[in-house]
């Protein structure tokens, strides 16, 4: 009986201020649309980020004369490095037909196998490689004397670490200012339309109404324009995906292991964020016109 | 039913009311009159405890102001009906609907809403309008409203600043014909006016307030208590017949 009342209060009010009520729905439609627009895209551009960094990996080459014992010895050493995660072993052969499948005709030209037994040594983090590079080959040296040499990719190394790092922090950075302004435009817009009835809110803690009484409608009503406002823009979304995501993407390889937010927990965190900012911007803006 | 003791307002440049002391008793008809800037405001804005007194008690009906905290002032409130001059009704609810809040607020039911709210507009002369929205009525009307409203829960306690400060001379007849008829039902009434005239005819206790402090307290004993209201009307409607030495009588104010 309480909550109808309340809900009535609400939509009567809704109906009375339909202006802005409208500009509220919109102002949630758009930065809800625009935020479910910029997470897919932050998250696509992190996955790419995340691809190029795993890439990242340090190379240990084995001199041709290595036996069992020094092979033992060197996986040892390596696995002792501070940041190695993990070590691979790939021996020559396993080398050479890995190779030659990518490049046939090259390696029957050949003949011989001629590369080395690696090991792929993988950082815990991929911002650790070039400290792990330079713990293998202190001053252009190696560690021991069954490595023939050590991967030398620290330039393209470091720019890609950069690169890719750059990009993280850059989308975060973002993300984050897109959000708060959303946050403060939704608030403001709920606060203008208050700011309208604040009379009507005088009057009622005159008349004996608590707090809670006259707050409960506005964050009913925050929390119908935030779900009308959010359930708009999804579908907007859903139009825009269906209409012009997914025909691009389906049958075409190059680009078909984007991963990125799944649609329904996309979903679920528009509508949970547009309501709960919307709700929350009304009931916390209320409080100054609550001090009669 | 009030009682101010020594209560002292000072606002941040000059001073709202200054050691006023008085009481009120139940089933009373009280005017507080002065000119403007004399306090009669900060006296009804701190019975409604909007605000704070700087120093001093506010007793209401035996309770201590200052021992209700802030959360339950609006439960303090709903003992008090409250007129304004500007109404301060509603603009988005119909008059019916501006009066049945009064309920609402204290969680009266449907079916208590449907008994009462009709009961008080029929009291005030409203059971025409009461679909009508508050800009679609008069001045007078509009008043009306807002004392039903302020009735509506029978409280023991009304209280009006300036009721009919926007209202002609007539219609401000009619209502406080209606206050008169709700003091009769033992609800203590304190109207705060500058209407001079209106004080003189309604010859009711009169507390005059001049820069913050009680300047005339007098209680008049030349109404007859039982006059029907129709009758007090028809006084109030008369051409002005001053009691003799009401006005001479003024209390004198030893510091002034």
Known sequence: ?????????????????????????????????????????????????????????????????????????????????????????ESKAQAYSQQSKQNPAAYQLLGTNP???????????AGNVLAIHAALSPNGGVIDPAIQSVSNKKGYTKRALDLTSAVKWGGLAFALLLTIASILLIANTIRLSLYARRREVEVMKLVGATDWFIRWPFVIEGVIVGAAGGVLAIAVLGLAKVALLDPLFSGWSLVSE?????????????????????????????RRFLRV | MIEFRGVSKHYSRDIGLDQATFAIDRGDFVFLVGSTGSGKSTVMRLLIKEIEPTEGTIRVAGRDLSQVIRKRIPFYRRNLGVVFQDFKLLPSRTVYENVAYALQVTGGTRREIRAKVPDILRLTGLSTKLHNYPDQLSGGEQQRVSIARAFVNHPPLLLADEPTGNLDPETSIDIMRLLYRINRTGTTVLVATHDQAMVDKMRRRVLELSRGRIVRDEATGLYARDETTREFAQRMRAPSTRPPGLDVDLVPDEEL
């Open chain 1, 1 to 89: 009986m309480r909550i109808m009342f309340f809900v009535r209060e609400a939509t009567r009010a809704m109906r009375r201020n339909a202006a802005p009520t409208f500009a509220a729905l919109a102002t949630v439609l758009v930065t809800t649309l625009v935020v479910g627009v910029f997470i897919p895209a932050v998250e696509v551009t992190n996955d790419a980020a995340n691809t190029v960094r795993s890439r990242l990996i340090v190379d240990v080459y084995m001199k041709g004369s290595a036996t069992r014992s020094d092979e033992a010895r060197v996986h040892r050493e390596l696995i002792a490095i501070a940041h190695v995660r993990s070590v691979q072993f």
């Open chain 1, 115 to 125: 590369l080395p037994d690696t090991y792929h040594v993988f950082p815990d983090n």
């Open chain 1, 258 to 286: 984007i991963r990125t937010i799944a649609f329904p927990a996309l979903i679920a965190v528009m509508i949970v964020a547009s309501v709960a900012v919307s709700a929350l911007g009304s009931g916390l803006s209320l």
